[in-house]
């Protein structure tokens, strides 16, 4: 028969060969083939060989000893070529690893800056624009103290890719301050830069004219509830409640689960100091963990226009059966606006998972 089975390519003669797991296996190839072979083939296998590239043994035509054994010593130089590489590239790649002490002092000092400017961005969506600046012109400052540094040592060349990343990290700040500086007037001018398209904003000024504009309102809402409170109308306080608990579990975008737990707990406060029976936990004989499941419920709503924004469709669907089942037992006027929000939820899921169908997406953003 021609040898087509169990063919792998060799590097030791550059072609396709067949190969043995063992000689006895290549031998019996010999011994039952070779006639068929040579009937139509002038090539006709004589004897077997073991492959060190292979790690199993080929079966060839030639019988020259001399040329068996000069291909035997290309074998070894290939291998030996093959070994040279691989000790250089190790050679290199300790070399690379070995850095002198002055490129572990400006490591160390880049790390120290990019944790400042972390803080900084965190300080920023956080609404504290006073730390963000403070924070801000401390990495300005340290960043041209590394960059003398760099010059001292005579490292600018091997460094230069990671100031230029510190350079782009300092620009992408004082943009984001430049545009809260202009756009943080009034509420007008916050409107009109979050009207703009996505491609148009700066992410991180985005988010603080948003959660400012949202923290804004909120409290504005919350004080006039305090001084409903103090006056004892009732129905008044339920209406006013009913509209801040609306507002607040309305999607702002991101960054806001924090405050959207704290104005839900200030608001189930403010019942409770009013001695409204139909939402104060003693007066009602709920559960000690009613404050808590709502808070969960809403925890996981977030979740769920984090997942919607990113078009996580499958996610969606599980964080809204996981609030449903967190979802208290009662029926009263919060835990019906949270079923109220996860059916409206399960509406839009539905919607944006058609759209998304229809245009050709994944369930996992485009």
Not at 41 to 70: L, M, N
Not at 157 to 179: A, E, P
């Amino acid at each position: 028969m021609k040898p087509t089975n169990n063919r792998m390519f060799c590097i030791g003669c550059g072609r396709a060969k067949m190969l043995f797991e063992s000689q006895s296996k290549a031998d019996n190839f010999i011994k039952f083939n070779k006639d068929e072979i040579a009937s139509s083939s002038v090539k006709t296998p004589s004897r077997s060989y073991y492959c060190t590239f292979c790690c199993g043994w080929h079966v060839t035509s030639i019988e020259d000893e001399e040329f068996a054994a000069s291909r035997d010593k290309q074998d070894e130089d290939t291998w030996e070529f093959i070994e040279s590489l691989r000790k250089k590239k190790a050679a290199n790649k300790k070399v690379k690893s070995e850095k002198t002490l002055e490129e572990i002092e400006l490591d160390e000092m880049m790390r120290a800056i990019n944790h400042l400017a972390g803080e900084c961005s965190e300080k920023f969506i956080m609404l504290d624009l006073a730390g963000a600046h403070r924070l801000f012109n401390e990495v300005k400052s340290r960043v041209a103290a590394i960059e003398e540094k760099i010059k001292e040592y005579g490292l600018l060349y091997v460094q230069y890719d990671k100031i230029l990343k510190l350079r782009g990290r300092i620009n992408s700040l004082q943009s984001s301050f430049d545009i809260v500086d202009s756009y943080d007037i009034d509420l007008a001018s916050r409107k009109a830069y979050l009207s703009l398209p996505r491609w148009k904003r700066d992410t991180r000024a985005y988010t603080y004219l948003r959660k400012k504009e949202f923290v804004e309102e909120a409290e504005s809402m919350l004080a006039k509830l305090k001084e409903v409170k103090e006056t004892g109308n009732v129905e008044e306080l339920h209406k006013l409640g009913e509209e801040f608990r609306a507002y607040v579990c309305a999607p702002h975008g991101s960054n806001i689960k924090e405050l959207r737990k704290k104005y839900i707990a200030q608001l189930l406060e403010i019942y409770r100091e009013a001695g409204v029976g139909r939402i104060v936990i003693s007066a009602t004989g709920k559960k000690p963990s009613y404050n808590e499941q709502c808070l969960s419920v809403i925890s996981q709503l977030e979740k769920v226009y984090e997942a919607l924004d990113n078009r996580d469709y499958n996610k969606c669907s599980i964080l809204l059966k996981m609030a449903e089942c967190l979802l208290p037992d009662i029926d009263d006027e919060v835990t019906m606006f949270l079923w109220s929000q996860i059916q409206g939820l399960r509406k839009r899921l539905d919607v944006e998972r058609n759209e998304a169908e229809q245009l050709g997406l994944d369930s996992y953003g485009d």
